[in-house]
């Protein structure tokens, strides 16, 4: 790769189309509520614009709003309803490794 003892490897994953880890991170989680979607309570907003949310669990103090539990809610929430209304997972995985590639 050419890389220099220090020098950041961020290049070349952009040049070989390598994911980085936030980009991992997002896909998995997205793609985890899609499959397990009998896990997750949904609310369907009707009024314009239609989306639907997913809901956030009851929070106790002994928990930790980085868990697992809190974040993938929220983060599915906030990607598009053209992304959650496509019906074929194959499909749907490729819009969100394409939506993960314009991520920074």
Not at 44 to 71: D, E
Not at 76 to 100: D, G, H, L, R, W
Request: glycine content about 2%; overall charge positive; some cysteine.
């Amino acid at each position: 790769m050419g890389l220099k003892k220090f020098d950041s490897p961020r290049e070349c994953y952009k040049k070989f189309n390598i994911f980085n880890f936030k980009q991992l991170h997002f896909i998995r989680s997205i793609c985890f509520i899609y499959k397990n979607k009998t896990l997750f309570d949904f609310t369907v907003k009707t009024r314009p614009p239609i989306n639907m949310f997913c809901k956030l669990p009851r929070w106790y103090k002994t928990h930790s709003r980085f868990q697992a539990g809190y974040q993938l809610p929220s983060l599915y929430n906030k990607i598009s309803f053209n992304y959650k209304k496509i019906a074929k997972f194959s499909v749907f995985k490729k819009s969100i490794k394409e939506a993960a590639k314009k991520m920074s």
